[in-house]
């Protein structure tokens, strides 16, 4: 757990951690303006839990003063050309009171020896481009590709 000066602390959500999952989902919700979708059909302890205790599973949670003010949920991709994993940062978001205090970049910089401990060798993120503070982030840590994203129904 990494302790800013600010009571801001950065830690990787395990097993038992559930409660603070649940807060932070919530937090997701309202930063990303989706209170319903991520609030509206949780899912059960048990899998949070199970969710939780899978090591390719990464939630960073922000909390200052026992509230939970930033998230980061990444998940490890295992390669198959070469030993070697990527991580991929599937929600990152700082609540709006909190946000333009480097916590964002605290939590990225918290996923870094999380990413290297797994045998990483990129951390890779989507932003949309019409999101100008993600964008400015993204482009501040990395380098940027010009990629489409494409949504693929299971229908």
């Given amino acids: 757990m990494a302790q800013r000066p600010d009571n801001v602390c950065i830690t990787r ?3 038992g951690d ?5 807060a932070m989902n919530a937090m997701l919700g309202e930063a990303f303006g989706q209170p319903g979708v991520h609030l509206s059909a949780p899912p059960s302890d048990d899998y949070l839990r199970d969710l939780l205790g899978d090591d390719r ?15 980061l949920v990444a998940y490890e ?30 939590l990225v910089d918290a996923l870094r020896p999380i990413a290297r401990a797994c045998g990483a060798w990129v ?12 964008m400015a982030l993204y482009t501040k840590l990395g380098a940027r590709e010009n990629v489409c994203h494409f949504d693929i129904g299971v229908e």
């Fill in 13 to 15: 959500l395990r097993a």
């Fill in 18 to 22: 559930i409660a603070t999952m649940r």
């Fill in 57 to 71: 599973f990464i939630a960073l949670a922000a909390i200052s003063h026992g509230e939970v003010v930033g998230g």
């Fill in 77 to 106: 991709l295992r390669k198959y050309e070469q030993a070697r994993s990527e991580v991929y940062i599937y929600d990152m978001a700082v609540d709006a009171r909190h946000r333009r205090r480097g916590i964002a970049t605290e």
């Fill in 123 to 134: 951390i890779y993120v989507q932003a949309d481009p019409v999101d100008g503070p993600a």
